[in-house]
C-alpha cells in the first residue's frame, strides 16, 4: 500500500526556483550583450561615415540621379520657376517700368521733360481714359486709323507709378453718358483723356495724343505719336496755378497760321483766344497780344488800344506784344512802324541770306540757321542750338529810346548777307558779311505806387519760324525758344511741354497689352514650365534604364 503511494507520480511537474546568484548572472550577461551591440552599431555608423564618398561623386552617382532626391529638387526647380514667373507677372503689372521698352526710339517710356512734370504734380490728379480698360489694352480705340492705343495706357500707367499723386482710371461713356455732358465744349469722344485736379479740369483730345497723315506720294497713312508729351502737358494745365491768356489779333490779313503756336502756348500752360483788334477789346487778363504777319497796317484807333494795354496799371502784371512780319517794306505799315520805333526797334526792308552752306537747311541759303542773343536769358536752363529762321527781315535797334531797353534776341552769323526783297542777284559774291539782328525784345517798367510790372515789345522778323514743322519738332530749337519767351515775357515760371509728334512703326508697338499679359502669363508661366516638366520626366525615365 506505501509502495503504490510511493511509485504515484504528481500531475504537473514541479519548477525549482532559481538562486539569487543564478539571477544576477543572467542580468549582467543582457546587459553586456546589450553593450555590446550598442558598440557594435557605433563602429558600423562610424566606418560607413569613413567610407562616404565625397559631395561631387555622390551627386553624379546612379543612384542619386535615379533616387528621390533628384526627383524632389526637380519638382521643386519647377514650383520655384512657376512662383518667379507669376510674382513677376503681378509686378510687371503694377509697376511698368520693369517692361523692357524695345519700341524705336523709346515711345513707352517717359522723356527727361516728361519725367520732370510728373515729378512736379503735388496736386491729386486723375487721368479718365475714355473708354475700357479693356479696349485700351487690346488696341479697339482708334484701331480704324492703325493707331496703337494701348500706349496710352501704358505712358499713364508709367506716370502713376512715378508719383502716387497721380491715378488713372477709365470711363465707358456708354454706361455713363452724362459724364460727356460735363465737357460739352470739347465734345468727348472714345480715345480722349480728361485730366482732372482740384484747380481745374483739362481735355487731351485723342488727336493731341496722335497726329495721323497722308503720305502724299504713297497715300499711306503715317501715324505720329505724341502721347506722353501731350499728357504731361495735359497734367501741366490742370495743375498750373495760373494760366497766362494770349490774344491772337486775326485782323489784317495775317499770313501766319496761328494753330501751330497756339499747341505749343497750350501745351506750356497758356490760354489762346482770338480777337479783332480794329472791332473788339482786348480780352481782360491778356498777358501777351500776338500779331502774326500783318499785311496791311493799323489805324490810329488800334495803335491807342496797344499803347494802353501796355501802358496799363490796373492790372499790375507782366505784359507784352510779340509782332512777326514777313518781309513787309516798313513803307506799307507806317504805322505799325512808327509804333515800333518808339520802342527801339525800326525794321528794314531786307532779307538776310547765309552764305555758308553748313548754316543753312533745304539747301536754301534764305533758311539760315540763327545764334540766339546773350544780352537776355529767357531761360537759365535752356540752350538754342538750332534756331531755323526761314526768310528773315532784318531791323535795327537804337538805344536812345528813354525809359526802354532794347537787345537782340536772335542774330544771323557773320557769315551771312543781307539782300533787298527786290534784287535779282542774291549770291553771296561781292555781298558784305555780317551779323545781323532777326528778333529783338523792348522792355520798360510800368509802376503804380510801390508795385511795378514789365511791358515789352518783340519783334521777330521770321513768320515761317512758328510754322507748323519747324516749331513742333524737336530738330529745331524754335518751339522751346518760343515757350520760353513768351514766360519770360508774362513773368511766368510754370514748367510745361514742347509736344514732338514721332512716327510710329507698326511694328513697334502692334502687340497689344492683353496679348502681352497672354504672352507672359500663358507661355511663360505655364506652358513653359510644363514643356521643362515633360522634358524632365522623359530624362527621368531614360537614365532609368541606364
Not at 550577461?29 to 567610407?51: F, H, I, P, S, V
Not at 561631387?56 to 529638387?73: D, L, N, V, W, Y
Not at 520657376?81 to 524695345?102: C, E, G, H, I, T
Not at 553771296?428 to 505806387?449: E, F, M, P, Q, W
Request: with cysteine.
Amino acid at each position: 500500500m506505501e509502495d503504490n503511494k510511493m511509485n504515484k507520480r504528481p500531475d504537473k511537474p514541479t519548477e525549482l526556483g532559481k538562486s539569487e546568484y543564478v539571477k544576477d548572472k543572467e542580468k549582467q550577461a543582457a546587459e553586456q550583450a546589450e553593450l555590446e551591440r550598442q558598440q557594435a552599431r557605433k563602429t558600423a555608423k562610424k566606418e560607413q561615415k569613413n567610407d562616404k564618398k565625397p559631395l561631387k561623386e555622390r551627386i553624379h552617382s546612379q543612384k542619386f540621379r535615379h533616387g528621390a532626391a533628384a526627383r524632389t529638387i526637380t519638382v521643386l526647380g519647377l514650383v520655384l520657376l512657376v512662383l518667379v514667373n507669376v510674382v513677376f507677372s503681378m509686378l510687371s503689372s503694377k509697376f511698368p517700368s520693369m517692361n523692357a521698352d524695345l519700341t524705336t526710339g523709346g515711345m513707352n517710356s517717359l522723356s527727361d521733360s516728361v519725367k520732370k512734370v510728373v515729378d512736379g504734380v503735388n496736386k491729386d490728379t486723375n487721368l479718365i481714359i475714355i473708354g475700357t480698360e479693356e479696349q485700351v489694352r487690346n488696341n479697339q480705340i482708334l484701331s480704324s486709323y492703325n493707331i496703337k492705343y494701348s500706349q496710352v495706357g501704358v505712358i499713364a500707367g508709367k506716370m502713376a507709378e512715378r508719383n502716387h499723386k497721380i491715378t488713372v482710371s477709365y470711363k465707358d461713356l456708354d454706361k455713363d453718358p452724362t459724364f460727356a455732358s460735363k465737357y460739352s465744349k470739347d465734345d468727348l469722344v472714345s480715345g480722349d483723356v480728361v485730366v482732372k485736379t482740384s484747380a481745374r479740369d483739362y481735355v487731351v483730345k485723342y488727336t493731341d495724343l496722335f497726329n495721323v497723315q497722308q503720305d502724299s506720294q504713297s497715300g499711306a497713312q503715317q501715324v505720329y505719336t505724341q502721347v506722353g508729351d501731350a499728357l504731361a502737358s495735359g497734367i501741366s494745365n490742370a495743375n498750373s496755378e495760373n494760366r497766362p491768356i494770349v490774344a491772337f489779333d486775326t485782323g489784317h490779313e495775317s499770313q501766319l497760321p496761328s494753330e501751330p503756336i497756339k499747341k505749343l502756348y497750350s501745351s506750356n500752360n497758356f490760354e489762346s483766344k482770338d480777337f479783332n483788334l480794329m472791332t473788339d477789346k482786348v480780352p481782360d487778363n491778356t498777358q501777351l497780344i500776338f500779331i502774326g504777319a500783318p499785311k496791311t497796317d493799323y489805324t490810329d484807333a488800334e495803335i491807342k488800344k496797344l499803347d494802353e494795354y501796355l501802358s496799363s496799371t490796373k492790372n499790375m502784371k507782366d505784359r507784352g506784344l510779340l509782332v512777326s512780319t514777313q518781309i513787309i517794306d516798313p513803307a506799307q505799315i507806317p504805322k505799325l512802324s512808327a509804333f515800333l520805333k518808339e520802342w527801339g526797334i525800326t525794321l528794314e526792308n531786307k532779307v538776310a541770306l547765309e552764305s555758308d552752306a553748313s548754316k543753312y537747311a533745304m539747301q536754301q541759303p534764305a533758311y539760315l540757321f540763327a545764334q540766339a542773343g546773350t544780352d537776355v536769358t529767357l531761360n537759365k536752363n535752356s540752350s538754342y542750338q538750332t534756331l531755323l529762321t526761314p526768310v528773315a527781315q532784318t531791323m535795327t535797334l537804337s538805344t536812345s529810346v528813354s525809359g526802354v531797353t532794347v537787345n537782340a534776341l536772335i542774330k544771323t552769323n557773320n557769315s551771312a548777307y543781307t539782300v533787298s526783297p527786290k534784287d535779282n542777284n542774291t549770291a553771296a559774291d561781292g555781298k558784305a558779311k555780317a551779323a545781323s539782328v532777326i528778333a529783338a525784345l523792348s522792355r520798360k517798367a510800368v509802376t503804380s505806387g510801390s508795385n511795378q510790372a514789365n511791358a515789352s515789345v518783340v519783334v521777330c522778323g521770321s513768320s515761317m519760324f512758328f510754322a507748323d514743322g519747324i516749331i513742333n519738332t524737336n530738330s529745331y530749337s524754335n518751339g522751346s525758344w518760343s515757350a520760353d519767351l513768351a514766360r519770360y515775357i508774362t513773368g511766368n515760371n510754370s514748367t510745361g511741354v514742347t509736344i514732338t509728334p514721332v512716327q510710329t512703326n507698326t511694328m513697334d508697338i502692334s502687340l497689344s497689352s492683353a496679348s502681352g499679359i497672354m504672352l507672359g502669363l500663358g507661355v511663360f508661366t505655364i506652358i513653359l514650365p510644363l514643356v521643362c516638366f515633360i522634358i524632365g520626366i522623359v530624362v527621368y525615365r531614360q537614365r532609368r534604364k541606364l
